[in-house]
């Protein structure tokens, strides 16, 4: 694999408490731990280190570095932020995925669970009558239902809503579906992260 592609490979980024909260290439997690805003974290053993003890370290063979004219340094696979220990506020996307899950694949106006081809986006105040896209007014609804109300109002349509549509309140994952975790991030997550001392 040549040095660009290792270096678009994902790095996970922990806030200091050792939070997962975003994800980066590895060009980017170097870059943070070069200019001491973050540090590595050894896949290994969790030791972190700093840009120069990270590339003093000896590095395996068929393991993803970089190389420079004297140095050969193992691309950062998560790195921990050194002061940062927020954890960033993240609004679901309004898409179809999204609008099923909140709705639980289920008619808003029936409660008919439904093969989620079988259900159809209805807007509760219809487009023809100024009605947006958006969280709050679009719905799941079974195809009967949906023709039922057609361009009308809820209540013009004798329908009723089982529940008020709102945008959801899950945080979004931050690892996508099409990105594969490493192991290493299991491990760091897994046990780094219930291990690290809290501050007084």
Request: net charge positive; hydrophobic share 40%; glycine share 4%.
């Amino acid at each position: 694999m040549s040095s660009m592609m290792v270096l678009e490979q994902p790095a996970l980024v922990l806030n200091r408490h050792w939070v997962p909260i975003h994800l980066t290439t590895a060009r980017h997690a170097l870059t943070l731990v070069y200019q001491h805003v973050a540090r590595v974290v050894d896949p290994v053993d969790c030791t972190l280190h700093r840009f120069q003890s990270w590339s003093d370290l000896s590095v395996p063979e068929n393991v993803p570095c970089v190389h420079t004219v004297s140095l050969r340094i193992r691309v950062p696979e998560i790195v921990v932020l050194e002061r940062y220990g927020k954890i960033p506020k993240r609004s679901v996307p309004f898409n179809r995925k999204n609008l099923f899950e909140r709705d639980h694949n289920t008619c808003q106006f029936c409660g008919k669970k439904d093969l989620t081809q079988d259900l159809t986006i209805d807007h509760v105040i219809p487009r023809s009558r100024g009605g947006t896209s958006h969280w709050e007014n679009c719905v799941i609804a079974c195809l009967p239902c949906n023709l039922k109300k057609g361009n009308r109002l809820v209540e013009e349509a004798g329908l009723r809503l089982l529940r008020r549509p709102r945008a959801p309140r899950w945080t979004p994952q931050l690892l996508l579906a099409e990105i594969p975790r490493k192991a290493s991030w299991e491990r760091v997550i897994g046990d780094a992260y219930w291990n690290v001392e809290l501050e007084a």
